[in-house]
Each structure stands twice: as structure tokens, then as C-alpha cells.
């Protein structure tokens, strides 16, 4: 077999395209079979010749004959990259003629403003169309249509597509997409018929699509999206299910759009039925004789309406408790038996078992960085125990929660040839986490700042972090090298270790004419008590240097001539943090606890200082919730000496009571200086409201709020007529640089000479 790039003394007798045709509609261009000399290729240029003697259904020796002609023709079409291909024979030679088609050189886009380029050419390439890949006139018009599907999911129906090919030298071609968007179509009415027992407006009100609202250029929830109306429509059947409408149904669905195709009417006939009460609840089945058990799982109360939220979170809370004594595959199913003519309903929890099994063995797959044990030692469901339902879950939260991947997935898998036996295969996604950060800032209080950040949560995949970050604002300036191994010990014992270098300006009426800078070191270790609970405790080393004379307040004067300068001091940590909020940063439920203690037990500066924080969130209702954060400071000399001034409380403004001036509030030195306290106190409540127009967006909410709170010094008597207190409006964004909260307050407890901020926003405040 060789290949010869010209065919010389050619003497044609057959073949051409025509060859797979005349082979099944007749013998006029048949060869009598011939046993085969040689095989030649001519027409390649960029394609290797063994691509084509793969896909040829015959080698030099064998019997050629028509036959495997035409498989030859239908084999090398196949492959999709000939657009013409030839087969002729020359006494006892096949031939086989190609021509090549073009590649695609570039791929670009005329009038393309509503998708991004690159995932336009990521989504093109699964149709086959892509820089470096043969072109094809069929696929460039699939591309064409899928082009436009994708303008109809941002309803733009007016979109056209014209695909221009311009060819290029060595047998290459450029495809150009000339788009033409047009504008949007808009919802310009929701009809809901067939309501009753709820008005239009509360039902429409349930959904992300709207007929228009002012945020609408932000949202785009006036845009319409078949995938979001049928999750508006799954809200609206669970409102109803959820009421007692057992039977609701959505009859049908219609949406019309206009001749211009720029105005679209939703119209949903609903048929509610009636609503059911709950009579009873029984449980069917095999419960491992623990009925009683079980029943304390029961959401669904007799007597009230029938919900079915409440009915899936008892099934689900069933098949996790039969999780939990190892039977991997049970299932529970709820059946209803409905009295129509009463409007009533009783539940069935019909359990099956099927089989109690163990784990034989767990697999960890995904991670090419990360080492195995950085994943393993996260889980709580352990080899050769018996299937623990409840563990798996709290293991692949625990290893979601590292940070380190982008996806973690568990799956159980039946071992073959055994029946209580399953294999756990914990699947992950790395994603980088490594994060060089250049950032600015500005803020009410501290006007312009700079951050910088050099951090590894994951370094060499060990699972320890280290980082270096650098602060500086108006008011504070932090150098801080950080490094934490959260299982220095093999029961998750952590270890972290800071060495910092804080400059600290209080606020002062005559300027910032002075500063404490403190360096130090600290290291600290925590350990878990539950899933929920870490307590701390650590030791460190700080120096705190009071530095300048110009607008020195007096009481930082008297503690310099007393105890110098400089003051050093030993300080042991001790604290404890639960955190069981669904959410970090737009929290809906749950609550967080903190409590830490600083005791000074060398040094210059001898003292306690005690801080604690508990944050609760209510959900009122799916879209408001209530916030409550308080927060409570003390601080004490010890051993004789008075409380060190550099460790006093601040308050006011953003985090404490808002509408004053930050870090304004508490005592104030003869000169005008705001010196803080060593006790401090407040408390905010704050309803979040969702914003017109965003739906269900938690990420943007409006808050209205009412702020109270004070700090005090060792002398100062603490009474409710020396608290100040403040309410406003206020406006929580988690945005790409980080949340940010925006507040207008007003004092509505105040004392004369106190400093007033109305407006105050910041980019990271949490509350």
C-alpha cells in the first residue's frame, strides 16, 4: 500500500460519484472483481493519508468488487471531511480522488450586542462549526438557526441571521454571522382566568415575569422565557397546593405575540378545585417497629389545610431517617384518599424497605490537585458501616464547604453480585483557588481606600491556606501574613498563625495629627465540638506605639506620660462561634453566635476584653425577612492598671447605629477627639424588603431599619436616656466587588453636639 500524490499513464475504466447510484439501480458502470495490486490517494492537503486508508473496506490483496466501491464512497463521506470523493480503477489499482473541504479560518460577528462573543463560538462548536474544523454548508445553516434560538431566549423574535463565506487562500474560508437583533419583545399584559379564591394581582404577583416595572432594565423580567414562565407556573401550582387546593391544575398556557413582534400576551387558565382539610394521617407499610419515632417527623397537621410542602418534607424527612439504620433505597410514597363531598383528605405514608445495606468502599474522583485525604477526612460516613443516610449528607456539605471545588457530587452505587453492598463515589470539580486581588474602595467614613491580597486556600492541595493582605483607608491600615492548617491535628484541630502591622487613626475634630501603630503575632487553634460549634483560644504578642503631638487627646497624653509610649502585652484568646444561618451573605433563617475573650496577661497593658455577637433572621414570608443583630463590648483593667486606651470600643455609623458619624458616638476628650470606650452596646433590627420588579432576587433587597446603642466610658453611667438611636432606609446589594449597603438615617434619639451622617454606604459590610 502507498500513496502517490499524481496518477501518471492513467487509464480510467471506472468509477466517479455516481458509483453508489449505478451500484443499486443497475450494472451499466459495474467491474468484474479483481483481485487488488495497489491503492493510490490523490487530492490531500491537509488531511494524512491514514485517515483514508481507515475508513476503505479493503487492503491490497483482497477482491475488490462494486460493493465495497460503494461502502469505500459512503465510508469516506462519513467522515466529513471530502466534499467530493471519486473512485477509479487503473489495471488492478484503486484510486481514490478527494477533494478536501474548506476550513474555517476565522469565525466572526457583525451587529452582535446582547451575548458575548466567546459563548456564541463555545455553542457554535458543538454544531460543528469552529476555527480549525472543516466547513460544512449544512452546519453553517444548523449554526444559523441555533443563532436565533438563542435570540429567543432573550426575546428578541426579530432577530435575522445571514451567514457570509468569504474564501481564503490554502483551500480556507472565513464565516461571518451578520446579525441584525432588532429590539426586544416585551410582556404587555398576564391574565390569569378560572381564580377565585385569590385575586389576579396576588397571583401575578407570584411571579418572576411581569408586565413591567421600573428595575426592568436590570431584571429584564419583562423579557419573556418559556423556561421561566413554567417555573412562575410550578409557583403558582405550589401556592395553591400549599393552601389546600389538592386538585389545582393549569389548564393551558397561551402566549401571543404581536405582528411586530415586539408586544407578548401570557394568558393561564387555572381550574382550583376546591380546598381540602386534613382529617388524619396514617403511616402504612414497615416503620422497623418505630412508629412513634417516625410520627415525630410528621409535618402535616390534621385539621389545617392540606400542604404540600408540608407532605414532601415529611417523605423526605422519612427516607433520611430510614437513611440512618442503612436502608439506602427506601421509599415512601404519600397517597391520599379524598372525600370530595366534605372536602376532606386523609394521608397515607405507605414505606417500603427494600434492603438494608453497608458501605464497602468510598471513591474520591475529580481531583488532580487536591490530595485524597484533604477530601476524606471530611466525611462522617466511614467504610465497612452501615449506610448512614444522614453522614453523606453532612460529609459532602462538609467538603462543599472547604471552598476548593466548584461541584460536589455523591452518588451510591449497588456492588454487582451482592445485595447489601454500595460503593460511594464522591465526585468533585477543582476550580482555582489561588486569588491575586487589586482593589480600591471608598466609603462614608473612610473615603478612599486601596486593598491588596495575595491568597492560596489550597496551597500545593494540602488544604491550608496562606495569604498576605494589605489595607489602607483613612482611618485603619493593616499588613497582615496569614496561615492556617485547618487539620493540624487528625481529629480537625486548627491551627492558624497572623503576623500583623495595624496603624490606627482615631477620629478627631482637629485632624489626624496622631495614630497608634501596633505590630504583632498571634496564633490560635479551633476545635470543633459539633458541626455547628468551634471554640478558640490562642495567644499572641502585640506593641502599641502612640505616636505624635500635635492634637494629642488628653487621655492618650495621661496614659503616655504614665506608662510610656510604648506598651507591650501577652494577650490569651478564648471564643466560640455557631453559625446555622442558610446563608452567608443574603441570609433568609437560621442565626449566629460569637463570643471571644481577650485577657492581657503580660506586659505593659493588663486587661479583659470581652465581645458577643447574636444575629437572628426570620422569614416572614418567602420575600421578607426579619434581621435582628446585637452586639454587646467590655473591657477592664487588671492587676491595678487602668484599661488600655487602644483597646477601647467605637460606635456609630455603618455596623452600629447608623445616621451617626462613624465612630462618633461615646466619650469625647476636651480637645474634640472621639476616644471610644471600654463598654459598649447596640442593637439593630432590619426588615429586608424584596426591590419592584426584581421577583425573587435575594441579591438586591431594600431594608427599612431601626438602630440603637452607645459606648461608654469607665466612668460613665450606663441608663437608657444615654442611648442614641436612629431609623432609615437602606439599600443591600451583593454586587461583583462585594456586598454593599447603602443607608439613609435619621437620629431619633440624639444629644446636642453629636455628629449626624445621614448617607453612609460601604462595600463588605455584612448587616
Not at 470523493?85 to 487503473?90: G, L, N, P, Q
Not at 491595678?640 to 483597646?647: D, E
Not at 441579591?699 to 466612668?715: I, K, M, P, Q, S
Amino acid at each position: 500500500m502507498r500513496f502517490s500524490p499524481r496518477l501518471s499513464s492513467f487509464r480510467p475504466t471506472v468509477l466517479s460519484l455516481a458509483l453508489a447510484a449505478a451500484l443499486t439501480g443497475g450494472s451499466a458502470w459495474a467491474v468484474e472483481p479483481f483481485t487488488l495490486k495497489d491503492i493510490r490517494v490523490e487530492g490531500l492537503q491537509r488531511t494524512d493519508a491514514g485517515t483514508v486508508f481507515a475508513s476503505l473496506p479493503f487492503r491490497i490483496g483482497d477482491t475488490y468488487n462494486d460493493e465495497k466501491g460503494a461502502a469505500a464512497l459512503r465510508a469516506l463521506f462519513a467522515t466529513g471531511l471530502f466534499k467530493d470523493v471519486r473512485i477509479e480503477i487503473d489495471e488492478g489499482v484503486v484510486v481514490v480522488i478527494v477533494e478536501e473541504r474548506p476550513v474555517i479560518a476565522n469565525i466572526d460577528f457583525a451587529g452582535l450586542k446582547e451575548f458575548d462573543k466567546d459563548t456564541l463560538i463555545k455553542s457554535l462548536k458543538d454544531f460543528g462549526i469552529g476555527e480549525g474544523l472543516p466547513f460544512d454548508k449544512a452546519l453553517a445553516d444548523r449554526a444559523e438557526q441555533e443563532l436565533k434560538r438563542q435570540y429567543l431566549t432573550r426575546s428578541l423574535y426579530g432577530a435575522e441571521v445571514v451567514t457570509t463565506v468569504t474564501p481564503q487562500e490554502r483551500n480556507r474560508v472565513n464565516v461571518t454571522f451578520t446579525i441584525t437583533e432588532g429590539t426586544a419583545a416585551r410582556i404587555s399584559e398576564i391574565r390569569i382566568l378560572g381564580n377565585r379564591a385569590f385575586s389576579e394581582s396576588t397571583l401575578k404577583g407570584l411571579f418572576d415575569l411581569n408586565e413591567g416595572g421600573w428595575l426592568n432594565w436590570y431584571t429584564k423580567a419583562d423579557r419573556y422565557s418559556r423556561t421561566k414562565l413554567n417555573a412562575d407556573l410550578e409557583t403558582l401550582r405550589s401556592y395553591y397546593l400549599n393552601r389546600g387546593y389538592l386538585e389545582f391544575n393549569v389548564e393551558s398556557t397561551q402566549v401571543a405575540i404581536s405582528p411586530d413582534k415586539q408586544d407578548i400576551t401570557i394568558t393561564v387558565v387555572v381550574n382550583e378545585g376546591q380546598p381540602y382539610t386534613v382529617t388524619a394521617v396514617k403511616l402504612e407499610g414497615e416503620y422497623l417497629g418505630k412508629e412513634e419515632d417516625f410520627k415525630t417527623l410528621v409535618k402535616i397537621k390534621p385539621g389545617e389545610p392540606y400542604r404540600a410542602e408540608a407532605v414532601a418534607e415529611t417523605t423526605k424527612a422519612f427516607v433520611e431517617r430510614f437513611g440512618t439504620f442503612g436502608y439506602a433505597f427506601a421509599k415512601v410514597e404519600p397517597r391520599t384518599d379524598i372525600d370530595r363531598a366534605t372536602g376532606q383528605v386523609v394521608v397515607n405514608l405507605v414505606a417500603e424497605l427494600q434492603r438494608r445495606v453497608y458501605v464497602r468502599r468510598i471513591n474520591v474522583a475529580g481531583n488532580t490537585r487536591t490530595r485524597d485525604e484533604v477530601v476524606r477526612r471530611e466525611f462522617r460516613q466511614f467504610e465497612s458501616s452501615w449506610y448512614d443516610g444522614r453522614k453523606i449528607k453532612l460529609s459532602r456539605d462538609r467538603v462543599d464547604r472547604l471552598g476548593y471545588f466548584s461541584e460536589v457530587n455523591v452518588e451510591t452505587n449497588e456492588v454487582p453480585g451482592t445485595q447489601d453492598q454500595v460503593d460511594l463515589t464522591i465526585t468533585i470539580k477543582e476550580k482555582p483557588t489561588g486569588n491575586l486581588l487589586v482593589g480600591a474602595g471608598f466609603s462614608s467614613a473612610d473615603k478612599f481606600s486601596l486593598t491588596a491580597s495575595i491568597k492560596q486556600d489550597n496551597v500545593f492541595g494540602s488544604g491550608n491556606y496562606l495569604g498576605i493582605e494589605v489595607n489602607t483607608s483613612r482611618s485603619q491600615r493593616t499588613l497582615v501574613l496569614s496561615t492556617v492548617d485547618p487539620y493540624f491535628t487528625v481529629d480537625g484541630i486548627s491551627r492558624a498563625i497572623d503576623v500583623f502591622y495595624r496603624t490606627v487613626k482615631p477620629l478627631n475634630s482637629q485632624g489626624e495629627q496622631y495614630e497608634l501603630v501596633t505590630p504583632g503575632t498571634s496564633i490560635r487553634f479551633g476545635v470543633p465540638f459539633s458541626e455547628l460549634d468551634t471554640v478558640f483560644f490562642g495567644i499572641g504578642y502585640e506593641r502599641t506605639s502612640i505616636k505624635g503631638n500635635v492634637a494629642l487627646p488628653q487621655n492618650y497624653f495621661n496614659y503616655r506620660e504614665t506608662f510610656g509610649s510604648v506598651s507591650s502585652t501577652v494577650p490569651i484568646t478564648v471564643g466560640w462561634t455557631r453559625d446555622g444561618r442558610d446563608s452567608a451573605l443574603v441570609p433568609t433563617e437560621g442565626r449566629y453566635e460569637r463570643v471571644n475573650l481577650d485577657w492581657g496577661i503580660l506586659g505593659d497593658a493588663r486587661y479583659l476584653r470581652a465581645n458577643a455577637q447574636y444575629q437572628q433572621y426570620l422569614p416572614l414570608t418567602r420575600r421578607f425577612t426579619l434581621g435582628v443583630n446585637a452586639e454587646v463590648g467590655w473591657g477592664k483593667g487588671l492587676n491595678g492598671k487602668p484599661y488600655p486606651i487602644f483597646k477601647n470600643f467605637y460606635g456609630g455609623g455603618l455596623g452600629t447605629v447608623r445616621g451617626f458619624d462613624q465612630g462618633s458616638l461615646g466619650p469625647v476628650d476636651v480637645i474634640g477627639a472621639y476616644i471610644g470606650g471600654n463598654r459598649r452596646f447596640n442593637v439593630q433590627t432590619q426588615l429586608f424588603l424584596p426591590v419592584p420588579g426584581t421577583g425573587n432576587d435575594r441579591t438586591l433587597r431594600w431594608f427599612a431599619f431601626l438602630d440603637a446603642g452607645n459606648v461608654w466610658g469607665e466612668n460613665d453611667k450606663i441608663t437608657a436616656k444615654s442611648l442614641r438611636a436612629s431609623a432609615g432606609l437602606g439599600l443591600s446589594w451583593v454586587s461583583p466587588v462585594g456586598p454593599l449597603q447603602l443607608s439613609y438615617g435619621t437620629p431619633v434619639r440624639k444629644q446636642p453636639g453629636d455628629r449626624i451622617q445621614r448617607l453612609q454606604f460601604q462595600i463588605g459590610t455584612a448587616f
